[in-house]
């Protein structure tokens, strides 16, 4: 068992990594190399063990000694703030509505975040993974993804609007949400749809992007849905709902008249009750 502390003395940031052999009874200060390193996080591969800093930085080590080897090669300049893993995988939330995936033990990362979309700017505040599932809490929304996080689907349906998420946990077939002023929720495993249900929305694309004034937006069902079809914008604010409707099987588009709007990029988002599907288009004026 392991655990992290932090604070703030003097000015001087200090943290601490802590191990236990007696199921938490007590602990012994391990990894000297951190003592003033940001940890905000903790996961591990196997016998290796990976802090995840807030300075754009995970570190691992094979011994929790003092020599920590720090991953940081795609992560750019973001704020870690969570860390999970998946077998060999390992997975860190950002606040720069990122998700980053790493299948290499660390040593390269790259961006998993289509579909982290609502109503606020994304910041990454949990992340738990169960099977090959990985859930994600963030500012605004609760979300899943199969795999490696190569698409993220919303399942806040249920939660209160706006609810922030700050942690996630599976445990005796249930999985508990806590979020900040709402309390926690539960829901069984067995009925959280992340592992059986079908992506019901597919090809959601636009022509022409970039665009001056309007595009055509495009997406084909699988199955008769109700539909939102919503335009946010880099900050996660929705400006617009294009469309909310029972929609019939098949392909349908929908004209985005962007001559209210100033030039720059903007996320669509499109929604039925078990699927989402998000893309970018850029506005040129």
């Not at 829901?187 to 022509?207: A, K, R």
């Amino acid at each position: 068992m392991f655990a992290v502390t932090a604070y703030v003395f003097n000015n001087q940031y200090i943290g601490r990594l802590y191990v236990s052999a007696d199921s938490g009874r007590t602990w012994i200060a391990v990894g000297t190399g951190l003592h003033n390193v940001p940890i905000v996080s903790l996961t591990h591969i196997g016998n290796s063990l990976y802090p995840g800093a807030s300075l754009a930085r995970v570190y691992h080590s094979t011994n929790m000694s003092s020599n920590w080897e720090i991953d940081t090669n795609g992560l750019a300049s973001a704020y870690v703030t969570c860390l999970t893993s998946i077998g060999t995988t390992l997975i860190t939330g950002s606040e720069r509505s990122c998700v980053f995936v790493s299948t290499d033990a660390g040593a390269d990362w790259i961006s998993r975040s289509a579909g982290l979309v609502s109503s606020f700017q994304i910041v990454i505040l949990s992340l738990q993974s169960e099977g090959s599932t990985i859930f994600a809490g963030t500012y605004g929304g609760f979300f899943y993804s199969r795999g490696t996080g190569i698409s993220w689907h919303d399942m806040s349906n249920d939660l209160p609007p706006h609810s922030q998420v700050v942690a996630i946990t599976a445990t005796d077939g249930a999985l508990y949400v806590r979020t900040s002023g709402f309390g926690l929720w539960k829901d069984p495993l067995s009925t959280v749809s992340v592992q059986s249900h079908e992506q019901l929305i597919s090809s959601l694309h636009n022509y022409p992007n970039p665009f001056s004034r309007s595009t055509s937006l495009a997406f084909t069902l699988r199955a008769s849905e109700q539909v939102h079809l919503d335009i946010y914008d880099v900050l996660g604010r929705k400006l617009k709902t294009l469309m909310n409707a029972e929609m019939t099987r098949g392909s349908h588009s929908v004209r985005f008249d962007g001559s209210g709007l100033a030039g720059g990029i903007y996320t669509v988002r499109l929604t039925s009750k078990h699927s989402m599907e998000a893309i970018q288009s850029a506005l040129d004026k």
